[in-house]
């Protein structure tokens, strides 16, 4: 019997409890833990056979069991590859399996009792019988909108489709450029599973992308049920669609990452949008990829995996590229030309020293923008086109400079400076939260000339603004779209071509279609090419690849959209990769660098963090562990452990974070290592200098 228990509780194993009759593996049940009542599953014994008989230490004798408070058999079970499922995402991602299969479960299910659960199963069954009313064909009205037609498959389509058709089970990567029509492939892939009779999976890395997909496959689907699974949903939402997906009766499941692990008893199909994404990763608890999580489960349940994107991640590439170079791991699927007579925008690099040469060093103070640039949002303003500048950093300025002292408003909790917000004349930490009013002098000095040093897209709106009179600027980032639904309504007004320039953040960049946008300018990019994170090239290139891909949807238009990208780096390689639209070839530069410095895909990391209230304890916590894996022959296993050293944002709410990187050419001897050093961590911290939290991250996003 599984209950919620973390893995230093100790009680990692599964619990024994009466039962006065069999009970069905993975079905649910209510026991007593102590003092309480919790649900818990009934957990099938690893390979098969019945349950390894419980460390003699801690057996209990039969007399001393408890027996189970009730069942829960109004809810059929959770099938073997469910537990299959989390068993195995316990083990890689180094949690305990109780309180990972709980916690993948919707809360609601967790707190009722069989009654209660009685009662929520008769009203999900009436609200399908409503459901089924109420989408029976109806008269077409007049004037209604009419469902678009289902439209004709491009060459390059229709050869992925023939190829998945033929294939089978299995991973594939479809690679497509923006605009090649990559969602069409999903939903006649998803098409072919329904008449099967079975369920598709869909992934999307964010909740904003949901809505709009949502609507395409329930215009495609008519009369299908369809559901979808993310953090926007109320619990009792969560609950109804949750069981909707378990008990069969939703035919499509949407979601993002939370929903891989949902009980899908009919699956055939599991597709990953964007998956490239770093959003497939929690970046809490059990930190595991959505991603990774989805090709376990399709090889296991035996249904293609369908990962797309336009700019796949290197492991997936990796993956899809033959062996001896790549792993040849996946299949992959190629749509290189976007559907139409469009094609990409021609991507233009700003040399920002040839600018500073020519109009001086002034005209760019002023405004981050080149002359030229400005110019062609003028003309495009002036056609009736739209355009896009990207700067992916919000707020006013990103700090608040005295020049006569040189105080910045850094953030008295953390190791960052507040982003000063001149809405409401606020300076606000982005990490912890602290906000306060702008002083209205210096705080060290008392001068009163505090000024804002560099620029984010409150300051470029307002610049821009200026610059453009009469034109109508707009600005979407996480500032704006704070209420519900106004994200919805800015990127309609857009669509309505009631603005003309759009200011925004990578938010805008994914996946929205604006069919009258001819221009899209990145203004800071460079600010990535020397970032200490391994994977900033790879997620620049992608954000900037997308960013591009909003311009010139429209076939009319494509041959006069342009990307402007302004760098003081202009023959930079990924620059030079993006301006010929040369994914492949950034790839494999990126491949070899990291071949060359032993990182992933060439390497599996896992990541040791502590937080405490000071450094030396967070560093003394580490070298301790880094001890204990030593001890444990890290070094004969083939793992190298690194020095412990301070986070790169050090300090976060008087927290103190460090970490300690493990690397690996071989995963199994990583797991194993990881697998038996864990459990001794505990010990580790103990004394004065005590962390107050640690965790491990397998496969991390950013070292
Ligand atoms: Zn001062
Ligand atoms: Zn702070």
């Keep these: 019997m599984l209950v919620a228990l973390p893995r230093h509780s100790g009680l990692d194993a599964p619990l024994d409890y009466l039962s006065d009759g069999p009970l069905p593996e993975g079905s ?113 009205v007049p004037g209604a909108p009419a469902v678009p037609p289902v439209p004709s498959l491009s060459e390059d389509q229709q050869t992925v489709l023939a190829a998945l ?18 969602t069409e492939v999903y939903l006649r892939a998803a098409e072919r599973c329904l008449a099967e009779g079975r369920q598709a999976l869909v992934l999307v890395p964010e909740i904003n992308l949901t809505p709009q997909l949502e609507a395409r496959f329930a215009q495609r689907f008519p009369g299908r049920r369809l559901v979808s699974l993310h953090s926007g949903l109320t619990p009792a939402q969560r609950l ?153 950093r919000r707020g006013y300025a990103p700090v608040l400079h005295c020049s006569n002292c040189g105080w910045k408003s850094g953030c008295p909790h953390c190791s960052a400076w507040r982003v000063f917000h001149k809405v409401d004349r606020s300076l606000r930490c982005h ?30 709106e307002e610049q821009l603004a200026a610059q453009l009179p009469g034109a109508r600027i707009a600005r979407i980032d996480a500032d704006t779209t704070r209420a519900k639904g106004s994200l919805e309504r800015q990127l309609a007004a857009v669509h309505a071509g009631e603005v003309d320039v759009l200011v925004g953040t990578q ?19 460079d600010s990535a090419l020397f970032s200490s994170d391994f994977r900033a090239p790879e997620r620049l290139f992608a954000l900037l690849l997308q960013a591009a891909g909003r311009a010139g949807r429209d076939a009319a238009q494509a041959g006069c959209s342009e990307m402007w990208v302004q ?59 880094a001890q204990e894996a030593q001890d444990l022959g890290a070094a004969s296993l083939g793992v190298q452990v690194y020095p412990p050293v301070p986070a790169a944002l050090q300090r976060v709410a008087n927290v103190e974070r460090a970490q300690m990187l493990l690397e690996s050419a071989q995963r199994p001897a990583l797991q194993r290592l990881l697998a038996a050093w864990l459990p001794r961590l505990q010990a580790c911290n103990q004394g004065e200098a005590r962390v107050l939290r640690w965790a491990v991250d397998v496969d991390p996003q950013a070292i």
């Design 28 to 140: 649910l049940v209510r026991v007593p833990l102590g003092r309480r009542i919790v649900t818990g599953i009934v957990w099938p014994a690893e390979g098969g056979q019945t349950a390894a008989p419980p460390d003699p230490a801690c057996a209990v004798a039969p007399a001393e069991l408890r027996p189970i408070a009730e069942r829960l058999d109004a809810l059929p079970a959770l099938d073997a590859r469910w537990c299959a499922l989390v068993r195995f995402a316990a083990a890689y991602y180094q949690r305990s399996v109780g309180e990972l299969a709980l916690t993948v479960l919707p809360g609601d299910l967790r707190e009722l009792d069989a009654a209660q659960l009685q009662r929520r199963l008769k009203r999900l069954a009436k609200g399908l019988a409503q459901d089924a009313t109420r989408s029976a064909p109806q008269a077409v």
């Design 507 to 525: 938010m805008v960049a994914k996946g929205h279609d604006f069919r009258r946008m001819t221009l899209v300018a990145a203004v800071n990019a």
């Design 240 to 392: 109804q669609h949750w069981l909707a997906a378990h008990l069969g009766q939703a035919d499509l499941l949407l979601g993002t990452r939370m929903a891989v692990f949902a009980s899908l008893p009919r699956l055939g199909l599991i597709v990953v949008d964007e998956e490239h994404d770093p959003s497939y990763k929690q970046q809490e608890g059990a930190r595991y990829s959505a991603r990774d999580l989805a090709v376990w489960r399709g090889r296991q349940a035996g249904v293609p995996v369908l990962l797309g994107s336009a700019t796949p991640s290197l492991e997936s590439w990796h993956n899809a590229t033959p062996a001896p170079e790549g792993t040849g791991r996946y299949r992959r699927l190629a749509m290189p030309r976007r559907i139409g007579a469009g094609g990409l925008p021609t991507v233009r690099l700003i040399d920002l020293q040839q600018v500073e040469a020519r109009h001086g060093r002034r005209a760019l103070q002023a405004l981050p923008l080149a002359p030229e640039l400005l110019e062609a949002l003028r003309a495009r303003v002036a056609r009736g086109e739209q355009s896009f500048v990207l700067l992916n």
């Design 431 to 460: 990490h912890c939260g602290f906000a306060e009013r702008v002083p209205r002098a210096c705080p060290d000095c008392g001068d009163p000339d505090i000024q804002p040093l560099g620029r984010g897209t409150e300051r470029l």
């Design 165 to 182: 058709a033929a294939g089978g089970p299995g991973s594939w990567l479809l690679h497509g450029v923006t605009g090649s029509g990559k």
């Design 567 to 625: 760098t003081w780096h202009p023959s930079h390689p990924l620059y030079a990769a993006l301006a010929a639209h040369d994914y492949e070839a950034f790839a494999a530069s990126q491949l070899a660098e990291r071949r060359a410095a032993s990182l992933p895909p060439f390497a599996c990391l896992a990541l040791l963090r502590a937080e405490a209230r000071s450094q030396d304890a967070a560093l003394a916590f580490l070298h301790a562990a």
